[in-house]
């Protein structure tokens, strides 16, 4: 079966800890994304990666990490620096060789207690 | 001002009527046009994508782009209670997508 997996589907953090959201495709596409939604908000992107060892920031990058090591795997940190957290992470990638339409994972639900 | 602006609702409708979906933007640079599919606490599934001006339709579902007006539309017809969901339009340009904030819609059996 092709597509994106998130993990895991809920996570609990303490204030002031990093916590890292993982996020694999199996589609062989160039392009991953994450995005934070919010009650309300449509999607906000955060980070972008449209080939291996390169990222740039999005919208809202301030207080998350990102990392392309491989082309399968675009993980991402949220670091004690981001002042409100909690929210869904969507993950999407993108055939670069194709269409703009991007297609997502299940997504992670992030809560800071 | 929002780049994409959509009617967070909600929008309640009988099984089988006619469900209506709306987004305006300002940015003339969008080329492609989506729509999204959002079930509770699922991520967004690609329902439709289109490029020109013009009507596309693919079962029940009708999409529509006005370029020169920046207002697009997706048409559901003889809804179900199953099309009960969040939609979300989102729009592009330079490989980013931009979205709206998502109508939620419920279909009533």
Known sequence: DGGITQSPKYLFRKEGQN????????????AMYWYRQDPGQGLR????????NDFQKGDIAEGYSVSREKKESFPLTVTSAQKNPTAF????????FSTDTQYFGPGTRLTVL | QKEVEQDPGPLSVPEGAIVSLNCTYSNSAFQ????????SRKGPELLMYTYSSGNKED???????DKS???ISLFIRD??????AT???AMSADYKLSFGAGTTVTVRA
């Open chain 1, 19 to 30: 916590v890292t959201l993982s996020c694999e495709q199996n589609l062989n596409h160039d």
């Open chain 1, 45 to 52: 992107l955060i980070y972008y990666s449209q080939i291996v």
């Open chain 1, 89 to 96: 992470y969507l993950c999407a990638s993108r055939n670069a």
């Open chain 2, 32 to 39: 492609y046009f989506m729509w999204y599919r959002q079930y």
């Open chain 2, 59 to 65: 079962g029940r579902f009708t999409a529509q782009v």
């Open chain 2, 69 to 71: 007006s920046k207002y």
């Open chain 2, 79 to 84: 809804s179900q209670p199953s099309d009960s």
């Open chain 2, 87 to 89: 939609y979300l339009c």
